[in-house]
């Protein structure tokens, strides 16, 4: 099993931006973390980020092809990008949301999310143990069938 990992504008930056909210945690941790996840129950990963919202896009294009699950924090974009969640609702297999922070304790422009529209669950608020977990729902999500939409 092959699991996209992709992260948005400002996760390059985690450990040295705002450690109060996003805690002291680098994304290259949370992409060891992850690795080694994946790997102790017989998944990959493809760990990826960008500051762009197109090649997240072009991501979740590839996805279709080459993942059978795609976990996403796509950082702010998750409360501007219908891009994003149009190019998410044309996939076939499990997506995870994953947030560092809990969203919906922080402004109210960040408690909307289009990723939800598309996603089969989401984790946020729980930093970056959210992101093992999201593995291990992926994982689960995809040995049961059920797509980005739950289906």
Known sequence: MRIFILNGPNLNLLGEREPAVYGHTTLADIEHACRQRAEALGASTDFRQSNAEGDLIDWIHQARRDADALI??????????????DALLALTIPVIEVHLSNIFRRESFRHHSYISQAATGMICGLGAKGYELAIEAAVSAHGTGHSSRGR
Not at 72 to 85: C, F, R, V, W
């Open 72 to 85: 996403i924090n796509a950082g702010a974009y998750t409360h501007t990008s219908i891009a994003i969640m």
